[in-house]
């Protein structure tokens, strides 16, 4: 008897803007998931990576959706719709993100980066959540650390992206909790957030090339936008350290380093927002969003530092006052030379 199809009530949606060598191993860890009615949606930001056996994103697709349909025949669970889409030219991670929201299809949506995995039984604990109190957001357990040779996992000493609320929050004191009281992350990962809300958040973004801080931007209005918030300590994440653009890899090229400029894309939306909404937004609120943006410029200055290569150090320097402003960028740097 072939299994009935339903309708997803999660969009697993997985980003992909560079090379692929760990989406096998993401997609095994979909392909596990025990919850009945999901999709996955994955959009390529014009990628041209191949994992460390030649095969291409779209290959690697292919095989995890056969063994995904195994997997589940096995467990007399409905087959899981695997849907690639693929931008022509690169846009960035915002209009990734953007693109993923418009070709999901279900009430629920949860973030999944290429390089990371979700741990066994993190869909149906996150639903169950959702459901037991109508949440916008359920926000679930994270473990930072890395692979070793033999593919097991190896937990950090610290999680410094897993900051978590075990808690019920409703209101604005979603936001106010999240800006001012830095009590949870603005990751997208590792949280189910209905669909809506990024529907609404996108309302306020315009077109923005951006590969930096996107989660800062999207959960800014996401969670000004959510009634209800509930951490849970189930473990659904495992977040892998040392392998996205933050990572401290020496910079090459301007065309990489552009990337890591675009974080100021992120404060300018936000900042054009508040003008415009200045009754919305509190005088805490407002201070707080200040030292962020400063934070952000510090660590792009940092990172222009540490890893850019000698020869391009002038080239990038003036490449990141184009993005944040000369005068910004002044400032900053005299109190980072004290």
């Given at each position: ?300 200055i940092k990172q222009m530092r540490e890893t850019?290569i000698p020869e391009l150090q002038q080239q ?23």
């Amino acid at each position: 008897m072939v299994n009935k199809k339903i309708s997803p009530q999660i969009s697993v949606c997985i980003p992909l803007y560079d090379t692929e060598p760990f989406l096998a191993q993401c997609l095994h860890s979909v392909a596990v998931q025990d919850f009945a009615n999901f999709e996955v949606v994955i959009v390529s930001d014009a990628s041209r990576g191949r994992d460390d056996k030649g095969w291409t994103a779209k290959k690697i697709l292919r095989h995890a959706k056969r063994e995904c349909d195994k997997l589940r025949k096995e467990k007399g669970l409905p087959p899981v719709d695997f849907n690639f889409f693929e931008h022509s030219e690169n846009r960035g991670l915002i209009e990734v993100r953007r693109t993923l929201c418009s070709k999901a299809r279900a009430p629920y949506m949860t973030q999944l980066d290429s390089d990371d995995q979700l741990e066994e039984g993190a869909l149906s604990a996150m639903y169950q959540t959702a459901l037991s109190g109508d949440y916008d957001i359920v926000h679930g357990t994270s473990v930072a650390g890395y692979f070793s040779s033999d593919d097991s996992f190896v937990p950090a000493n610290e999680n410094r992206y897993g900051k978590i609320v075990y808690d019920e929050i409703t209101g604005h004191d979603i936001f106010h909790r999240w800006l001012v009281g830095a009590e949870f992350t603005a990751n997208t990962w590792g949280k189910l957030i209905k669909r809506e809300l990024w529907l609404r958040a996108y309302e306020n973004v315009p077109y923005t090339e951006c590969n930096m801080a996107d989660d800062v931007l999207l959960f800014f209005f996401i969670a000004q936008y959510a009634k209800s918030y509930k951490g849970i300590e189930k473990k659904v994440y495992r977040y892998r350290i040392n392998s996205g653009m933050s990572s401290g890899r020496k910079i090459d090229s301007l065309s990489k380093w552009k990337m890591i400029c675009t974080t100021a894309s992120v404060f300018t939306v936000i900042s054009q927002w508040c003008e415009n909404h200045q009754n919305e937004i509190q005088s805490d609120e407002l201070n707080q969003l200040r030292k962020m943006t400063s934070y952000y410029l510090g660590n792009n200055i940092k990172q222009m530092r540490e890893t850019v290569i000698p020869e391009l150090q002038q080239q990038a320097h003036e490449l990141l006052c184009e993005y944040w402003g000369e005068s910004f960028v002044n400032r900053v740097e005299e109190k980072l030379n004290k």
